[in-house]
C-alpha cells in the first residue's frame, strides 16, 4: 500500500501517544495501589466494590453498636451483682435476727444494719449511667427511679421501656431492663397492698394514703385482683356537710364493706379488704386514691419491711409468731428477688454470647469481604511493575525506530 | 520529418516537464495542508492531424487530483463517529470522575448520617450525639448540593459549548454556500478547481465532526448537505441556519425564514454533546433529585412520628419537601399559551418511594382546556389524562399531585413538571437544635400490676400522629388500654380513667387472639371497623322478643341478606364478593361466625344489657331470675349486686361467656361470644326486673303471678366486624331504621396510628396500658426505625435503599463511560483505517516527489536536449550547405 508522508508520522505519533497513555496507566495504578480510579475503568469491579464498601460501612456500623451494648450489659451486669451481694446481706442479717436469743436492743442493731444495707440498696438501684441517665429507670433516664415518698412508702417511677440496639440486619438487642421488671415484679410470698393517688387526680391535690397494713391477709387474698378506689364525696353527702369518703371495688364500682360516705378526719385509721388503710391530707370532693393487690412486692419494700418490723415488733411471745412470719416471708422474698435478678443476669448473659456470635460473624464477613474487595481493587504489583517494564520498552523500541525511519529521506540524497 | 517538428517536440517536452516539475512542486509544498489531494500531470502523446500523421511530442492533458469520492465520504463518516463519541467519552468522563469524588460521594454522606443516628440510638439524651446527627445531615444535605451544583455548572458549560457549536456550524454552512458560488463557473481538472475542491471537503469533513451530514453532488461541481432526516442545510448557495434552546432541541429554519422546524441531530460532537445532556447528564440530576426527595420525605415522615427530648412530635428534621414554594417552582410554562395562562399550577410530592426520575409535560387541550393529558418526558408514555372542566383541579400519578387553581388554563397549554429535576433545591436541614431531633417513641407501654398471664406487648411501629389518638401535641388522646376478656380474645379501650375504662369509637372490641403466638394488636391503616345497630326489621324494640310462655323464644332479628363489596383496586369498581342470610332469630354469634367466613372480614359478636331494676316485695315467692336457662332464686331483700355474684357465681354461665358486672344500682349482663341473652323471671306478679338495651329500649319482666305481664326476654346481640381495604357490606334492609345492620353501613377506620406486638399467653382480666411516653427520654425507637433506612429498600421498583439508589446511578454513568471509551477507541482505529486508505490514494509521499522531481528533470534535461540536437542538427545542416 502507498504510504503518504504525514501518514508515515500521524501513525507513528499514535501508536506511541497510546503507548505512552498505557504506561501512564500503569504507573498511576502502581502508585495509586488501585486497578482502577472511576467507575468507568471497570464498571462491573466497581459496582462490587460499591456493594462491599457499603456492606462493610453497615458491618462496622454493627460492630460499633455491639461495642456500646456491651459495655451497657457489663455495667448492669456489675450492678446486679452487686445487688445480689447485698441481699445476701441482708438475708443473713434475717436469718440472724431469727435468732429467738436477741433482744429488742439487738434487733435494733440489726435493723440499723438493714437500714443502711437499704440505703445501699436503693442508691445501686438509682445507679446512673456514664450519661448521667438512670439505668434501671427503663428509658425514663432522666429522674431517679426509685423514691420514698412521703409516707415513706418505696415508688417506682420509672417506666418499663427496653432500649435496644441494632446489631445486625435482624437483630436489636436489648441492652437494659427496667427496674421494675428487675426490683419491682418480684414475686411476693404473699398478696401484697400498694396505695398512691388515682392518675387521673388534679395538680394540687392533697389526698394521700399510708401504705396499707395487712390485718387480715385471707380477706386479701379473697379480694386479690381487685383494687379499692377512695373517692372523696362532696360535702353534702355528710348530714354535717364535712369532708367524707366513699371505699369502692375497681371490677365492679361497689361499694366495699359499706364503706359509703365515711367522715374523713385527717390520720384516721379505717379497714377494708383485710387492710388497714390511714388517709392524711385535705382532700377536696372527687379526689381518689387506690389500693393494687399484687402478687408481687418490690425487694426494697421486703428490705424496708424487714427494718421496721425489727424495730415495731415487740419481744413478746403473743407476738412473735407475726415476727416468725414477716421472717418467712422476707426469706422468701429475697429468695424470690434475688432468682429474678440471676434470671436477669443469666439472660444478659445469652445476650452477651448472641453478641460474641454476631461479632464474630460480623468480623468473618468483613475478612472475606475485605478479601473480596482487595481481589477486585488492589493492584498485582509484580504484574504492574512487569507491564510498565513492557510498556517502557515497546514505547522507547518504537520512539528509535521512528527517528530511524523519518531520518531517512529521498531529498537527502539529492 | 523537420527539423522544425523536432524543436516543437523537445519545446513540448520542456513545457510537460515543467508543468509536471511544478505540480511536484505544488505537491511537496501542500504535503502537510489537511485535505490536500495529490495532483498528477497527465501527459499525452501529441498527434499532428495533418498528413503523415507523425508523432508531435508531448501535450499536457491535464492536472489530475487524485481522489476516491467513497475513501473520503468514508472518511466524513468516520469523523462524525469519533467526533461524537469523543465527546460523549470527554463529557462522561467528567460525570465519572465527579461521581467518584469521595468528597462529594453520597453513599459516604449516608453512611455518616445513619452512624451517627446509629450512635444517638444508643446515647438518646446525649446532646452532643444529638448534635453530631445534625451536623452529618448538614453535611450530607453539602454533598448533595455539591454534586447537584458541578452537575448544573457542567449542562451550563455543555449549554454554552452546544451554541458555539451552531455558531459554528453555521458558520460552516455559509462558507460551503460561497464555495458551490465560486466553483458554479468553474470547470473540473483546473488546478484552482482541485484547490477549491480540497478545500470544500475539508469544509465538509470540518462539519462532519460538528454533526452528522449529507453531501449529495448536485451537477458537475456542485454539492447539497443535508442534515438529519434530509433537512438541507446548503442547497447550491442557500444556506440554513440551525438553532437551539435548552428543552426545545435543534431547530432549522430556511435564510430569512421565521418558520423553523425540528431537527433531530444524532452524529458529530454536537450530537454526542445531546446526547449525552439528555440520555446521562439530565437523568442523572433527576435521579439526584428523586433522591433527595425520597430520603428527606422518609425520614420526615419517620421524624414526625417520634417525640423529641422536650416531649413533642419531631416534625421535619429535612426541610418540608412540599414547601409551597417548592411546590410552586416545579412547573413551568412550556409554551406561551402557558405563559400567558392565568392559572396557577403546582406539584405536591406524595409518595417519593413511587417516583420516577423523569419530567413530565403537563397538555391542556380542548376549547375550555377541559382535557388534560400527563406526558412523561423520559419516554413520551401518558401516564395520566382525562378530562375536568372543575378548578381547582388535582391530578394524582406516579407518587406526585398536579394542582391547578381555579385560575384560568389556555387552550393548548403546555407545562413542563420537573419535579425530581429540583429535588436537591429544596434540600436543607430543618432542625437547629439536637434536642429536637425527635429519637423517641411517643408511647410508652406498662403491663398490669395484677397481670397473671404471661403476655407481652411491645411497640412496633408509629404510622399516623396526624389522626387519631395521637393527633395534637404530647398526648395520648384517649389513652389506651388491652384487656383480655378471655385468653383469646381482647378488647381495645379507652383508659380516660383507668380504674374504668370506656369503649372507643368505634369500639374495638373482641378481637381474636391465639395463646402463645404473636400478633399486630390493632387493626391495619386501611381496615375499617363496624358495628351492627341492633334494630330489627319491625323498627321496635331490636332484637327483644317479650313473651309470657316460659320458653324462651328466639331474637326478633328478621330475614335479612348480608351481601359483601369488594372493590377493584385497579378499576375502582364494587362487585358482589360473598353474602350471609340472616335467618329470624339467629344469633349475633352465629351471624359472626357466618360473616368471618367470608374473605376480608374479621367478625365478633357481643349480646350486653342492663338490669337497671329490681323488685322482689319479699314475701310469697321468691323472685327467681333464669339466665339463659340457669335458674337463680334469690333470697328476700336482695339486690342487684347479689343477681350480679349468682351471676358470675355460676359455672355454667362462666363457661358460656355470661358475666355480670353491678355496683349495686345497675347490672350489666354480657355473653362474651355474642349469644342471645335469655332472661325468665319467676315469683309474685309484682316481683321483676327491668331492662335496658344498648339502644335505651326497656323492657319490664314481671313474675307469673295473677295479672303478670311479660315474664321472658331474649335480647340478640350486637355483631362487630373489621373489614379489610376495599370491602364493604351492603344489607337489603328496606325497613325504617333498617334491619341489623342499615341498608349502607358506614365503616370507620380502625387504625389508632400505631402499631404494637402482642405475644404470649395473657390471662383473662390481664391489662396492658398504653400511654404517652412521657418520662421516656432514653427511649431510642424512632431512632431505630430511622437507623434502618440505611439498609431498607425504600425507593422505586424494585425498591433499593438510598445508597444502592445513588450506587446504581454510579454504576450507570460508569458502564456508559466505559462503553463510550471502549466505542471511542474503535471510531478511531476506523478514522485510522479511512484515512489511512484516503492518504494511500490521495496523501503526498516527499520521497516519491522526490523521485519525481528527479524523473522530470531528467525529462525536461533531455527534452531540453533534443531542443540542442534539433539546433545541433540544423548548423550540420547549415554548414553542410555553405
Known sequence: MRISTSQLHGRALNQMLDLQRQAAQTQQQIATGRKFATAADDPLAASRVERLDRELAVREQYQKNIDLAESELRLEDASLDQAINLLQRVRELAVQAGNPVHTEEDRRFIAAEVDTRLDEL??????????????????????????????????????????????????????????????????????????????????????????????????????????????????????????????????????????????????????????????????????????????????????????????????????????????????????????????????????????????????????????????????DFAKAISDLNHQTLVLQAAQQSFVRVSRLSLFDAI | ????????????????????????????????????????????????????????????????????????????????????????????????????????????????????????????????????????????????????????????????????????????????????????????????TNALLDQRDELLRQLSELVDVKAVPEGELGMSVFLGKGHPLVVGTNVSALQWEPGLGVRISGAGSDVSSAVSVRGGSLGGLLAFREQTLEPVLQ?????????????????????????????????????????????????????????????????????????????????????????????????????????????????????????????????????????????????????????????????????????????????????????????????????????TSYDVLDNSDPTNPQPLSPPVWGLPFVPGGAQPLLPDAGQRLLVSDGRDSGGVSGGVVQTSTLEPAANRFGNETLTLMRTDPATGRASADGRVEIAPGMSARAIAAALEGLDGVSAAARTEVSITGLSDNGIGQPLTVAVNGEALVLPAGSGLNDLADAINGSAALRAAGIEARSEGTSLRLTAQRGDDLALHVAGDVTDGIRLTDRHGRTAELRGSGPGGGYDTVTVGGDVRLLLEDGVALQSDSVAPGGGLFAAAPAALPAALGFQARIAGRPDAGDTFAITFNEAGNLDNHNALALAELQVRPTLGDPPASFAETFSRTVELVGIRTSQARTDAQAATSLLEQSVARREAISGVNLDEEAANLIRFEQGYNASARVVSVAREIFDVLLHAVS
Open chain 1, 122 to 379: 436503693m442508691q445501686l438501684m438509682n445507679t446512673r449511667l456514664a450519661s448521667g441517665d438512670y439505668l434501671f429507670g427503663g428509658n425514663a433516664g432522666g429522674r431517679p427511679p426509685f423514691v420514698r415518698d412521703v409516707n415513706g412508702s418505696i415508688r417506682y417511677q420509672g417506666d418499663e421501656g427496653q432500649r435496644a440496639v441494632q446489631i445486625d440486619g435482624a437483630i436489636r438487642l436489648p441492652v437494659n431492663d427496667s427496674g421494675k421488671r428487675l426490683f419491682v415484679d418480684v414475686p411476693a410470698a404473699r398478696i401484697t397492698p400498694s396505695a398512691g393517688p388515682h392518675p387521673g387526680n388534679r395538680p394540687g391535690d392533697s389526698a394521700s394514703v399510708a401504705q396499707p397494713r395487712v390485718v387480715d391477709q385471707s380477706a386479701l387474698d379473697d379480694f386479690h385482683p381487685d383494687a379499692l378506689i377512695i373517692e372523696f364525696r362532696p360535702l353534702n353527702e355528710d348530714p354535717d356537710g364535712l369532708p367524707n369518703f366513699t371505699v369502692r371495688r375497681q371490677s365492679d364500682g361497689r361499694v366495699v364493706d359499706g364503706l359509703e360516705n365515711v367522715r374523713h378526719e385527717p390520720g384516721g385509721i379505717f379497714t377494708a379488704a383485710g387492710l388497714e388503710l390511714a388517709l392524711h391530707g385535705s382532700p377536696r370532693a372527687g379526689e381518689r386514691l387506690v389500693v393494687q393487690t399484687s402478687r408481687t412486692q418490690d425487694v426494697l419494700t421486703t428490705v424496708a419491711k424487714l427494718a421496721d418490723g425489727l424495730r415495731s415488733v415487740p419481744v413478746t411471745g403473743a407476738q412473735d409468731a407475726e415476727y416468725q412470719q414477716l421472717l418467712a416471708d422476707t426469706y422468701s422474698n429475697l429468695d424470690n428477688a434475688m432468682a429474678s435478678i440471676l434470671e436477669a443476669r443469666s439472660e444478659i448473659g445469652a445476650r452477651m454470647n448472641v453478641m460474641d456470635s454476631v461479632r464474630s460473624l460480623h468480623s468473618q464477613v468483613e475478612v472475606l469481604s475485605t478479601e473480596l474487595k482487595s481481589d477486585l481493587v488492589d493492584v
Open chain 2, 287 to 487: 435521579e439526584l433529585g428523586r433522591l433527595a426527595l425520597g430520603f428527606a420525605g422518609t425520614v420526615n415522615d419517620i421524624h414526625a412520628t417520634g417525640i423529641t427530648l422536650r416531649g413533642e412530635f419531631g416534625g421535619s428534621l429535612f426541610g418540608d419537601v412540599n414547601a409551597e414554594r417548592l411546590q410552586a417552582a416545579r412547573v413551568m410554562a412550556a409554551n406561551p399559551a402557558a405563559e400567558s395562562s392565568s392559572a396557577k399550577l403546582s406539584v405536591r410530592v406524595d409518595d417519593p418511594s413511587v417516583m420516577v426520575a423523569s419530567d413530565y409535560l403537563v397538555r391542556f387541550t380542548g376549547a375550555a382546556a377541559e382535557g388534560y393529558e400527563i406526558i412523561r418526558s423520559r419516554d413520551g408514555e401518558i401516564v395520566s389524562s382525562g378530562s375536568a372542566t372543575a378548578r381547582p383541579l388535582a391530578v394524582s400519578f406516579e407518587g406526585l399531585t398536579l394542582q391547578v387553581d381555579s385560575g384560568q388554563v389556555r387552550p393548548g397549554a403546555e407545562f413542563r413538571i420537573a419535579a425530581a429535576e429540583r429535588g436537591v433545591a429544596g434540600f436543607s436541614v430543618a432542625l437547629v437544635d439536637p434536642r429536637d431531633l425527635a429519637l423517641a417513641s411517643p408511647l410508652a407501654i406498662s403491663h398490669g400490676a395484677a397481670n397473671r398471664g404471661t403476655g407481652s406487648l411491645t411497640l412496633t411501629s408509629v404510622e399516623d400522629v396526624s389522626t387519631g389518638p395521637l393527633a395534637g401535641d404530647g398526648a395520648l388522646n384517649p389513652p389506651l388500654v388491652v384487656r383480655f376478656t378471655s385468653p
Open chain 2, 1 to 192: 520529418m523537420s527539423n522544425a517538428s523536432l524543436i516543437n517536440i523537445g519545446l513540448s517536452g520542456v513545457r510537460a516537464h515543467q508543468a509536471a516539475l511544478s505540480t511536484t512542486g505544488q505537491n511537496i509544498t501542500n504535503a502537510a495542508v489537511p485535505g490536500y489531494s495529490r495532483q498528477r500531470v497527465s501527459l499525452e502523446t501529441q498527434t499532428s492531424l495533418g498528413a503523415g500523421a507523425d508523432t508531435q511530442g508531448v501535450r499536457v492533458q491535464g492536472v489530475e487530483r487524485i481522489y476516491d469520492q467513497a475513501a473520503v465520504n468514508q472518511i466524513r463518516l468516520d469523523g462524525a463517529a469519533k467526533a461524537r463519541l469523543d465527546t460523549l467519552t470527554e463529557q462522561l468522563s467528567q460525570v465519572d470522575d465527579l461521581l467518584a469524588d469521595q468528597s462529594i460521594n453520597l453513599n459516604r454522606g449516608f453512611e455518616q448520617f445513619f452512624a451517627a443516628l446509629h450512635g444517638a440510638a444508643g446515647a438518646p439524651t446525649s446532646l452532643a450525639a444529638r448534635q453530631l446527627v445534625l451536623s452529618e445531615a448538614e453535611g450530607l444535605v453539602a454533598r448533595f448540593q455539591g454534586l447537584d451544583g458541578r452537575m448544573r455548572s457542567q449542562r451550563d458549560d455543555l449549554d454554552r459549548q452546544v451554541a458555539s457549536e451552531i455558531t459554528r456550524i453555521n458558520q460552516l454552512a455559509g462558507s460551503l454556500g460561497e464555495l458551490n458560488a465560486r466553483l458554479g463557473p468553474m470547470r473540473a481538472g483546473d488546478a484552482s
